[in-house]
Antibody, heavy 122, light 107 residues
Framework: EVQLVESGGGLVQPGGSVSLSCAAFGFTFSSYWMSWVRQAPGKGLEWVAN????????YYVDSVKGRFTISRDSAKNSLFLQMNSLRAEDTAIYYC???????????????WGRGTLVTVSS | DIQMTQSPSSLSASVGDRVTITCRAS??????LNWYQQKPGKAPNVLIY???SLQSGVPSRFSGSGSGTDFTLTISSLQPEDFATYYCQQSYSIPWTFGQGTKVEIK
């Protein structure tokens, strides 16, 4: 079955760190750009980061630059998000997702995981 | 950053109604606009990409239109399974941004 399964979320103190993982099943992981998108409780969606198929290009929303690092391991069919210096406003469900490019130009988020909740609180 | 503004933020409609949701970008984004549907407790699913292209498997009652700064998602005949929150998203430039969402509720 084609799916993405996130793990690693939980309760973390402000200023702390957490590492999220996303395991990919049923498709050729190494052929896809990947993304993290988050959603604060009861709020809308926020794009967090993208990574190219081979990991050679990475993009971040300004609010996480210098604190979060997206990475991938194609041998393990896995995507990661290392989150440091966490703040209360980072509290959210974090979704792992595949990206599709159409016509060489336009992008959309295709396959989503179920998400993992990160709560930043003392 | 490009701001995406959806309207309305919520609406009440009946089964069979025609529903229209609009999304406005703070600058031109050509046709780099996607629409997603999210049901409570679930991850979003793409409905429309590139402003007008229907994702495979999505019912034909969903359609998208627009280009530049103004876009529309239309549900031609609302079905019970369509009650959900809908988001637009621009992929024209980094950072990608979403609209605030439109919650479609049962009247």
């Amino acid at each position: 079955e084609v799916q993405l399964v996130e793990s690693g979320g939980g309760l973390v103190q402000p200023g702390g760190s957490v590492s999220l993982s996303c395991a990919a099943f049923g498709f050729t992981f190494s052929s896809y750009w990947m993304s993290w998108v988050r959603q604060a409780p009861g709020k809308g969606l926020e794009w967090v980061a993208n990574i190219k198929e081979d990991g050679s290009a990475k993009y971040y929303v300004d609010s996480v630059k210098g604190r979060f690092t997206i990475s991938r391991d194609s041998a393990k069919n896995s995507l990661f998000l290392q989150m440091n210096s966490l703040r209360a406003e980072d509290t959210a469900i974090y979704y792992c997702a595949t990206l599709i490019m159409v016509g060489g130009v336009t992008w959309y988020v295709d396959l989503w995981g179920r998400g993992t909740l990160v709560t930043v609180s003392s | 950053d490009i701001q995406m503004t959806q309207s309305p933020s919520s609406l009440s409609a009946s089964v069979g109604d025609r529903v229209t949701i609009t999304c406005r970008a703070s600058q031109s984004i050509s046709s780099y606009l996607n629409w997603y549907q999210q049901k409570p407790g679930k991850a979003p699913n793409v409905l429309i990409y590139g402003a007008t292209s229907l994702q495979s498997g999505v019912p034909s009652r969903f359609s998208g239109s627009g280009s530049g700064t103004d876009f529309t998602l239309t549900i031609s005949s609302l079905q019970p399974e369509d009650f959900a929150t809908y988001y637009c998203q621009q992929s024209y430039s980094i950072p990608w941004t979403f609209g605030q969402g439109t919650k479609v509720e049962i009247k």
